[in-house]
């Protein structure tokens, strides 16, 4: 009798380690499983913020903002010309370096595969932004001029005043961030002006000329 009750008592005694170790097992494992829904929880919280201050750089948006600004210059006057386009490339630059500059003054953003993006790293891609929409005013202009040279419309490139068109689109741009630093200091926005850049002549000549834009 005494041995079959210290049997029971042993088998017991595994049986209750055995349910011990089970519990502790599944405790361990419980504990795993919330850890790894914690991590996946701010993982996924981590990754929704960079998606939210992903910056996805359009090659459109220059030439976009451009076009609406001009939209609205004839919609007031009927038409635009030469000085429209060099005041409204000069503002865009204006509009868009403030957009970055306040996008990049309280938060973080990343490029599309998630390493950080810097406000230099904008600044740059607007200023090659600029620069191509420069070089592209000054094609379709020097294009337009050939065709107005063989209708006889007039008598000889106006190779001059397409050089200082590119100057002109120079000179608003330092104008319009000139007027941003400005009116931020004041809190008032931007807005399109009627300044001309370059010499009086230049657009003498470039208004005879058809616009061709995007």
Not at 16 to 42: N, T
Not at 109 to 131: A, F, N, R, S, V
Request: glycine residues 4%.
């Amino acid at each position: 009798m005494s041995m079959e009750i210290t049997n029971n008592y042993s088998n017991y005694n595994r049986e209750y380690l055995k349910s011990q170790g089970s519990q502790d097992g599944e405790q361990k494992v419980f504990h795993r499983d919330s850890v790894e829904i914690s991590q996946l929880s701010k993982n996924r919280e981590t990754l929704m913020d960079k998606i939210k201050h992903t910056a996805v750089w359009s090659v459109t948006s220059f030439g976009d903002m451009r076009a609406e600004i001009l939209k609205e210059v004839r919609e007031e006057k009927g038409q635009y010309d030469y000085s429209d386009v060099v005041n409204a490339c000069g503002l865009s630059y204006a509009r868009l370096y403030s957009e970055i500059e306040q996008r990049h003054e309280k938060e973080r953003y990343y490029k599309t595969d998630g390493t950080p993006l810097t406000k230099e790293e904008e600044t740059e891609w607007l200023d090659i932004q600029y620069e191509q929409e420069v070089e592209w005013q000054k094609s379709c202009a020097r294009i337009a001029a050939r065709s107005q040279v063989f209708q006889g419309n007039i008598p000889e490139m106006p190779t001059k005043e397409l050089e200082e068109l590119e100057d002109s689109f120079y000179q608003a741009k330092d104008a319009y961030m000139k007027l941003y630093r400005e009116n931020r200091q004041a809190e008032r926005p931007l807005f399109l002006r009627n300044d001309t850049f370059g010499k009086g002549r230049l657009y003498d000549v470039l208004n005879r000329l058809p616009i061709s834009l995007k």
